[in-house]
């Protein structure tokens, strides 16, 4: 790589190996503030899974010192498992991949000093958020919909957390365009390409949520209007609300297209095809958010219709995944000596942590995503929405296929980051084990009583409502769900204790230290544009693409938002906890 200047500027005479070195260091702050934030929350979902299962333990002295109420407990575990866990993760590994892949390519260089900037703003958020989390002034969940009122301090923490995420997207963008100036005509390496259309998602995404927060909930909650109206700010929050998963998805992802393929023996199976679902994601991720509203009034039944139809689109580049990913482990298999139909998989590297957690991560997505496919069916939201089947639904997203996917990441990357060998491999190829056996049981548990009508966010087990619970006769989904709390609770403890033992220990002596698992390619894309297929000359252009996302976005929002802005309605908060 070329020793000059750094193009993102402030760090001329920083070599390439010290700017990684101290991107290594940044990166492992945002994990472990990552990691240590899925502690508490998954250390809170047992006792939810409880009480689906019939079990009130609300009521334990040394519990109700913790938290005050089951809805407090269910706002910590949503805000530090989904918002703050993906959050940092994904901050410290979509920006460590593809400042690194830059960097070693040459000509681009990470500023390290806006970096930690990022990092410390980011957590100041987080910190802010917490005090009135933890304080019982903001059990607003984690979806805060108006007219329930948290105290402005949460609205402002979770800003400025948002805000500190769409700097890293714009270091990202940023350094990625003075490598394109620096070297004119060439493709964009493969992790770049997909983090920088992952961070390019996010900031169109992001808008509804800044807007709802920035305009809304904070001048509100503030005291400075005198209300808010609710359905536009869930209709701004589901804006962000639908492809904020795809933020926690397509991370997982790179890793399934770049990394694992490598892990398992085999090779990515086409860059072209991996660039079209990245493409795919960035264009259409965004303008389906009405799938979350198909109950709301006032909101125009042929838009939920329009919303729909882009759902059934925006599976498509999942299902390419599918398709590639499964090739990938395929090749990685036969080339392990796999033979037959589907007998190949029994060659994967199953005693591997990493390689175990990520194909488990993706078993639990085809159902997760098949229900989700249920669930953005408007003729099948009545019976499902509101009821236990949403978290079954997304425990087998964000809490599988993306949190196991960034377990088994972090098998190998802390090593990395650290240079500490993982602590006992095969505590953690158990700890993965259960993690997926604990939900797929916590998810045929919460599909089926979500079946039968039992609501989501609703304390079951309490006296008051008890008897109603009781008398649905659901013995064996109760107890399928309340046993696979318990399994989750052991998975949990046991992920956690290979992670901080891994981190607490004082040797740094893993042998592979440097070495990132980055794939070969059966079908590349070459490094030249002129001489690249259609397909990869047609995806480059990320900025283009992310115009056409907007144009679309306003397409399908502006005539759902205009007659909410007409008929605005200013409603009081509340506070009903
Ligand atoms: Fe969802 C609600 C529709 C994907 C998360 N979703 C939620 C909520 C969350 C969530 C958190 O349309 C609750 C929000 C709340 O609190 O109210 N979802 C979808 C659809 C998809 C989808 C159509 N969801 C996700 C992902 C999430 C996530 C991803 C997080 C990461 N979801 C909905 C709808 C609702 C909803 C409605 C509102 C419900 C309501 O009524 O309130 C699609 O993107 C899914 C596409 C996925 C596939 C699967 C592809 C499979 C792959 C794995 C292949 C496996 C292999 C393994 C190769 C088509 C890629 C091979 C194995 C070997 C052994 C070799
Ligand atoms: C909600 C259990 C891990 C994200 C819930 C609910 C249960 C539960 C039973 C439903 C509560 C209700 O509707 O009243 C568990 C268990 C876990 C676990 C046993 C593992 C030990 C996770 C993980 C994530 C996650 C890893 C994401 C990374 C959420 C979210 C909600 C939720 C976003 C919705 C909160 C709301 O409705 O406001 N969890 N969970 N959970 N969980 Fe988990
Ligand atoms: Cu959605």
């Keep these: 790589a070329p020793a000059g200047s750094s193009a993102t500027g402030g760090l001329s005479g920083v070599t390439d190996a010290a700017a990684l070195t101290g991107l290594k260091t940044l990166t492992q702050y945002y994990v472990v503030t990552a990691f240590l934030a899925l502690f508490i929350g998954v250390m809170l979902g047992p006792l939810q899974a409880l009480n689906y299962g019939g079990v009130n333990v609300y009521e334990y002295p040394l519990l109700k010192a913790l938290i005050r109420s089951y809805y407090q407990g269910l706002t910590l575990h949503g805000v530090l498992n989904a918002l703050v866990f993906t959050q940092f993760f994904i901050s410290g590994w979509l920006l460590y991949l593809p400042l690194r892949e830059l960097t070693q390519a040459g000509g681009a260089r990470p500023n390290l000093r806006f970096a930690w900037f990022t990092y410390v703003l980011m957590t100041a958020g987080l910190l802010t958020a917490a005090v009135p989390l933890l304080s019982n002034d903001a059990t607003v969940l984690y979806t805060f919909y108006p007219p329930l009122e948290g105290s402005p301090v949460f609205y402002i923490g979770a800003g400025v957390m948002v805000a500190a995420s769409l700097l890293v997207a714009g270091q990202v963008v940023w350094t990625w365009l ?35 927060v920035v305009v809304m909930l904070i001048p509100w909650s503030l005291g400075l209007t005198r209300g808010v109206d609710p359905l536009l700010a869930r209709t701004l929050f589901w804006w962000t609300g639908h492809p904020i998963v795809y933020f926690w998805l397509l991370p997982a992802y790179v890793s399934w297209y770049a990394f694992l393929p490598r892990q398992a023996g085999g090779r990515m199976a086409s860059e072209g095809l991996t660039r079209l679902s990245f493409a795919m994601f960035l264009v259409f991720s965004v303008p389906v958010g009405l799938h979350h509203q198909y109950a709301d009034p006032n909101v125009q039944s042929s838009w939920k219709v329009i919303h729909m139809f882009l759902t059934f689109l925006v599976a498509v580049p999942s299902l390419l995944t599918a398709f590639s990913v499964a090739a990938s482990l395929e090749d990685a298999a036969r080339a392990r000596g796999g033979r037959g139909v589907v007998g190949w998989m029994r060659r994967l590297p199953w005693g591997n942590a990493s390689v175990t957690a990520q194909v488990l991560a993706m078993v639990s997505f085809i159902f997760g995503g098949a229900g989700g496919i249920v669930n953005a069916s408007i003729a099948f939201a009545p019976v499902v929405h509101n009821t236990a089947w949403i978290p079954g639904h997304f425990h087998i997203t964000v809490g599988t296929a993306t949190t196991l996917t960034f377990m088994g990441v972090a098998f190998w990357l802390v090593p990395h980051l650290t240079g500490k060998r993982l602590f006992a491999p095969r505590a953690a190829l158990a700890s993965a084990w259960l993690w997926f056996g604990g939900m797929m049981l916590f998810a045929l548990g919460m599909h089926w009583q979500g079946l039968a009508g039992v609501p989501r966010r609703a304390q079951v087990s309490a006296s008051a409502q008890q008897a109603a619970y009781d008398a649905m006769n659901l013995g064996v989904p109760r107890a399928l769900t309340a046993l696979s709390g318990v399994i989750l609770l052991v998975a949990g403890l046991t992920f956690f204790t290979v992670l901080f033992r891994t981190l607490l220990s004082a040797r740094r002596d893993n042998p592979e230290d440097t070495a990132i698992p980055v794939s070969d390619t059966i079908s590349p894309a070459g490094a030249s544009l002129t001489a690249a297929t259609p397909l990869v000359r047609h995806t480059e252009p990320l900025l283009a693409l992310t115009l056409l996302a907007l144009i679309l976005v306003a397409l399908v929002y502006g005539p759902v938002i205009a007659p909410m802005l007409a008929n605005y309605q200013a409603v009081p908060g509340q506070r009903l906890w």
Excluded at 180 to 205: C, E, F, Q
Aim: proline fraction near 6%; charged fraction near 10%.
């Design 178 to 212: 003075a490598w394109k100036r620096a070297h004119p005509g060439r493709v964009t390496p493969v992790v770049t390409y997909m983090s920088v259309a992952t961070w390019l998602m996010w900031a169109v995404a992001a808008l509804g949520l800044v807007v709802e």
